[in-house]
C-alpha cells in the first residue's frame, strides 16, 4: 500500500523537474536575445504605440527599419496632424529628424539611439535590459517578460518598462513604460517583426526620403494662402506667469511672442510652419539631442532652446534658466490647451 504513494512523488518530481529543465532562464533568454540581435543584418517591424504622458492621448503608427551598420529609419504617423508624418533618419553622415510635408530637417552629430531608451527599437530593448543587473524576469504562457529600469534622458517621469517578447520567435511584442506609481503612460504594440537585410543605400538617405514622403502629404492650402492656427499656452509653467505678448504679422501668418517669468524665465514662439520650397531645402544643424514629444511631435532640444512643428505651427521654447527636461515639461502641457 505503500508504494503507491511513493511512486506517485516519484513521478511529480520527475514531471516537475522535466518542466523546469524546458523552461528558459533570465540567462537563457538574454543570450538568446544577444545571438539574435547579433546575427541579424537587419529587419523591418510596424509598431502602434499611445501615450499618455501629455493632456490628451495621443496615438500613431510607426514603421521601423534597421540596417546592422548602425543605419535606422523610423517614420511616425499621428493622425491628428494634419501636417503628415515625422522621419528619424540614421546614416553614414549623421542623424535627422524630417518633417517632409514642411521641406524641413534638423542634422544633429549625436548618438542616437544609443544614448536613450528607445521603445519602438529592438536594440535599444536588449541594452536596457543588459544594463539592468536588477532587472525582473518572468515567464507567462506565450511570453518572456522583462520589467527593467528605463533611460530617458530628457524625461526622468518614466523610470520603468515592461518588455515582453514572443517565446517562440524571441521578436518584441509589446512594451510598456511606467511612471512612478507604476501607471502605463506608454504602451507600443509590434507587429510584422521580421528579418530583413533587403536595404538600398537611398532607403536611409534624406533627400529621397524627402521627396517620396511629401508626394504622399495632402495639400491643404495653397502656397499663399495664411493659415491662422490657435494660440496656445502651456498649462505647466513652473512657477512663472505669462508676463509679455505681442503679436507680428509674417508672410506666412502671424509670429506670436509669449514671455513668461517667475521663479524660472523662458520665451515661448508660436508662429504659422512654413512650407518651405524643395529648392531651398536644407537641414538646419543642431547642436543637441531629437527628443519626442508627448503631443507625438519629434523635435530638437539643446542646451538652451528646444523647437519641433506641430500640425499647422512651429514652435521655439527658449531659456537661460529651464534645463532640458524642463523646457520638455513645459512644452508637452502646450498640447490642447489655449487662454481666451
Known sequence: MRRFPILLF??????????????????????????????????KTDASMTMKTGKEEQKYHIQISHKKDDFYRVELENDKDEKGSQIILKNDTGVFVLTPALNKSFKFQSEWPEN?????????LVKDIKADDQSE????????????????QNNQALPFQEIYFDKKSYAPVMVKVFDQDMTALVEVQFSNFA????FKKEDFDVDENMAMSSSDVPVTAEPEEKIEAEVLYPEETLGASLWDKQEVETETG????????????????QETAKTEPASARQSVEVNGEPVQLSNGAMGAITEKKLEWNDQASTYHLASDE????????????ISGYSEK
Open 137 to 152: 524576469f518572468n515567464a507567462t504562457e506565450n511570453h518572456y517578460v522583462f520589467k527593467t529600469k528605463t533611460n530617458y
Open 322 to 333: 529651464l534645463t532640458a527636461e524642463e523646457m520638455v515639461v513645459v512644452a508637452n502641457s
Open 195 to 198: 528579418a530583413n537585410d533587403s
Open 116 to 124: 536613450t531608451s528607445q521603445p519602438y527599437l529592438f536594440n535599444s
Open 254 to 269: 502671424s509670429r506670436v511672442i509669449m514671455t513668461y517669468k517667475g521663479e524660472k524665465d523662458f520665451t515661448l514662439i
Open 10 to 43: 516519484v513521478i511529480m518530481a520527475l514531471t516537475l523537474f522535466l518542466t523546469a529543465c524546458g523552461e528558459q532562464s533570465k540567462e537563457d533568454v538574454v543570450q538568446k536575445l544577444e545571438e539574435q540581435q547579433s546575427e541579424m543584418k537587419g529587419y
